[in-house]
């Protein structure tokens, strides 16, 4: 499985550099210490042995009184002689086979030599069996190589690895937060949040990057400004000839009557599309996000649609938690919705909310009963100056539904699109609950 954090990453090269040192620090030791050591005990042991090889008479497996005599001098030095039929020499057969002193007795002696290696009760146990002296075997107590004295090196290479995790994790962790800070700044701006400039800190790497989201940032804030500039001086450039054309055309003569309603209701027009491509443009305002009643946005909804002697079902599952955001940008999204059912739909619609299963969402949504959207269209209608197909007609400027998914989006909720089975069209728009 491939690793993608950078954090886990450069732990993993951490502990793989630290265990490669490691190993190279055991094979060093053994090849430059402990290898130079055994072959100096080899050499030792190899010339007191020849002696005692040299003095025996080499009668089987009688050994002579000089064996026995130097054999008390080896005793000083921990060297005992066995025989095969001892229970003690059981050991020589559990023990483990050294080759390379092996190699290295048989060439001192130059007699076949097996030597073998056991832990004893007290400390390491060399056995060894040489041709010369059949029936024979020689026990070298390594008192100086204890079972004890590799503790110390195994705690002290644990300890060593812990302290270079923590120390490597820490330096992970203090390399990665401005990253963490930039990742999250990033999503800020990409729902269309400007967040105030970032620390620039860390390494000159990361201080460019920081350096540069600033200053992107920045030109993005300054391209939402100016562009909320230029529309509201074309809203107000092109409202003001409007507001004209209709006062002009409410003085006309009665005989012109037929004339001034279409010249009104395009006047209307004209001003609801720009209102739409203002609502639209209008960049998110998080400050003035605050506690919002959703079933109280429903009512008032329901109310305005009552007025237009329209009558949507409504119903509302339960209590509804309140949702985080701007009540106007809501319930301009709800009306929206609803809008587009009663101009779409059939004299039927209906509108519900209620809460997701884990309190998590509250959804709202709006049904009709008209010809619906065909499946290629769904993912295009949210897109601006997108009208649908032809069974939903094509009034409008086509941003009512792109209003909708803006403004859900910059509220971090989610919407959904589907043909009802009985007929018409389903829309369900969701936002985060207040815990």
């Given at each position: 499985m491939?690793?993608r954090?950078?954090?886990?990453q450069t ?15 055991f ?38 009184e ?12 921990g ?26 007795m ?41 079972e ?24 992970v ?10 990742e ?28 540069a ?11 939402e ?7 509201a001086g ?13 006062l ?32 639209y ?13 959703l ?18 079902e409504?119903n ?48 709202l ?10 499946e290629e ?18 009034e ?18 989610s919407?959904?699109?589907n043909n009802?089975?009985?007929g ?12």
């Open positions: 491939r690793v954090s950078a954090f886990t732990l993993i090269i951490f502990l793989t550099l630290f265990v490669t040192s490691q190993l190279y620090t094979y060093a030791l053994f090849h430059y210490a402990l290898v130079p050591s055994l072959q100096q005990l080899n050499t030792i042991l190899g010339h007191e042995i020849s002696i005692m090889l040299e003095d025996s008479n080499g009668n089987g497996n009688e050994i002579s000089e064996i026995l005599a130097r054999q008390k001098v080896l005793d000083k030095l060297v005992s002689i066995h025989s095969l039929n001892e229970n003690l020499s059981q050991e020589f057969a559990h023990a483990m086979r050294i080759d390379l002193m092996s190699e290295e048989t060439r001192e002696l130059s007699s076949p030599t097996d030597v073998r290696m056991i832990l004893g009760q007290r400390s390491y146990i060399l056995w060894m069996k040489i041709e010369k002296l059949p029936g024979v075997l020689i026990q070298i107590p390594l008192s100086e190589l204890q004890e004295d590799f503790i110390p090196l195994f705690r002290n290479c644990l300890l060593m690895t812990i302290l270079i995790m923590l120390g490597g994790w820490l330096f962790r203090i390399q990665n937060r401005p990253l963490k800070d930039l999250k700044a990033a999503v800020s701006v990409g729902k269309g949040e400007i967040p105030p400039a970032l620390p620039e800190k860390g390494g000159t790497e990361i201080r460019s990057v920081t350096q989201f600033n200053q992107m940032a920045k030109g993005i804030q300054d391209l400004a100016d562009r909320a500039l230029l529309m074309i809203s107000h450039d092109l409202r003001t000839p409007l507001t004209r054309i209709r002009a055309t409410e003085m006309m003569s009665p005989e012109d009557s037929y004339l001034a309603e279409g010249i009104i209701s395009d006047t209307e027009e004209c001003n609801e599309i720009i209102s739409q491509f203002m609502d443009l209008k960049p998110v305002q998080t400050q003035s996000f605050k506690e919002v009643d079933e109280e946005v429903l009512r008032d909804i329901v109310k305005a649609a009552e007025v237009n002697h329209t009558k949507p409504m509302v599952a339960g209590s509804l938690k309140y949702a985080w955001g701007n009540p106007i940008a809501i319930k301009r999204a709800v009306s929206n919705l609803v809008v587009n059912a009663i101009r779409y739909g059939n004299g039927w619609v209906k509108v519900s909310a209620g809460m997701t299963a884990d309190q998590a969402l509250v959804w949504c709006v049904e009709d009963n008209g010809p619906g959207i065909s269209q769904m993912t295009k209608v949210f897109e601006p100056f997108t009208q649908g197909d032809t069974a939903r007609g094509s409008g400027s086509g941003l009512g539904l792109a209003i909708v998914k803006r403004i859900v989006s910059q509220h971090h909720g919407v959904s699109m009802r089975s009985e018409g069209l389903k829309v369900q728009i969701s936002f985060p609950a207040i815990k």
